[in-house]
């Protein structure tokens, strides 16, 4: 299922029924180019990233957009 999460609204609707004890990953994807691709052995067209939370250090608020301000550890 991919969604496009815009709203706090929809984050909680995605969260809704997890455990608090679930841990946080990010994979930060990107795409790579069709000759890129065919290059590699198996045809996954992303390059990927894994980053095991990240270090919260900012909140701001302003006309009804919530800014995380993050640094990846």
Not at 2 to 29: A, G, H, Q, V
Not at 33 to 47: I, N, Q, V
Request: charged share 40%; with cysteine; hydrophobic share 35%.
């Amino acid at each position: 299922m991919i969604m496009n999460i815009k709203t706090i609204k929809e984050l909680k609707e995605l969260i809704k029924n997890m455990d608090d004890d679930y841990s946080i990953e990010f994979r930060i994807r990107t795409r790579v180019s069709d000759e890129e691709l065919a290059k590699r052995t198996y045809p996954y067209p992303f390059d990927t990233e894994l980053v095991e939370g990240f270090e919260y250090d900012d909140l701001s608020v302003s006309d009804k957009v919530v800014c995380f301000g993050v640094e990846r550890p």
